[in-house]
């Protein structure tokens, strides 16, 4: 006995009603049937959702740029519905270390930068030159 790979879903009259009348003003689009249009949009959005294949969790925290007067960090605990996060810079002076998001020498954003071996060595090579940084590591 053949087993059926299909199955039914019901749909709102005036839904189906708004689809099909876009598949045919929009022919470009490529749907044949409404049936084309809601596997695409149903695959679009699962993919999203991951259900079909799990999104890989990223750090809330990233080093994203580097030189030496300063790195810029991406945290994406401060993402919003229009974006994946802010970027956040924390600059290295003569006088010491600062974060302009938080206005201060010492926080979160701080210590993840002094974590990331690149910055370290950028960080270490000031301390060298005689600036007040804290140690990385």
């Known amino acids: 006995m053949p087993v059926d790979k299909y199955r039914g879903v019901s749909l709102h009259k005036d839904l189906v009603g708004a689809i099909e009348g876009y598949i045919k003003a929009h022919p470009e689009m490529g749907y044949k ?5 809601v596997t695409d949009v149903l695959r679009e ?7 079909f294949f799990p999104k ?4 809330i925290l990233e080093h994203f ?3 030496d007067t300063g790195v810029r960090i991406l945290d994406r605990s401060l993402a919003s519905k229009s974006t ?6 924390v600059y290295f ?17 701080i210590d993840f930068a002094l974590t990331v071996p690149a910055i370290g060595e ?9 600036w007040k940084l804290p140690a990385s590591g």
């Open 56 to 59: 890989p969790e990223l750090p």
């Open 84 to 89: 994946s996060g802010k970027i956040i810079d």
């Open 93 to 109: 002076k003569p006088e010491g270390i600062w974060c302009t998001h938080c206005g201060a020498d010492s926080c979160r954003h």
């Open 122 to 130: 950028v960080v270490d090579k000031k301390r060298l030159e005689g």
């Open 33 to 37: 049937s409404l049936s084309d249009f």
């Open 65 to 67: 740029n580097l030189n």
């Open 45 to 51: 959005k699962c993919e999203e959702l991951g259900i």
